[in-house]
Nanobody
């Protein structure tokens, strides 16, 4: 079965940096679109950044210019580099893998989440 395991969360001061990792296993990583989502207490889960199978990236407006998503297909890993962190970035961050099937709904897999806390 597909498994996604996140790591790299922790406590960081405002303005600091953190890199999250998500290791994929159980299927062929290169055919999955990958993404990072986050959910803060009392808020809905929001999309942070996406990267497609061909390497095309997008990010949410709130993190543009500060966060970057990238993937290492040789290591079956997707990363989220977070710079210039703000307190409002505090959330549980989730790794998502999506398999697009022609003419069918996509299949989504989720990691367990990793906590990122930005505070002085």
């Amino acid at each position: 079965q597909v498994q996604l395991v996140e790591s790299g969360g922790g406590l960081v001061q405002p303005g600091g940096s953190l890199r999250l990792s998500c290791v994929f296993s159980g299927s062929v990583f290169t055919i999955y679109n990958m993404a990072w989502y986050r959910q803060a207490p009392g808020k809905q889960r929001e999309l942070v950044a996406t990267i497609t199978t061909d390497g095309t990236t997008n990010s949410g407006d709130s993190v543009k210019g500060r966060f970057a998503i990238f993937r290492d297909n040789a290591q079956n890993t997707v990363y989220l580099q977070m710079n210039s962190l703000k307190p409002e970035d505090t959330a549980v961050y989730y790794c998502n893998g999506q398999y697009i099937r022609g003419g069918r709904p996509p299949i989504d897999y989720w990691g367990q989440g990793t906590q990122v806390t930005v505070s002085s």
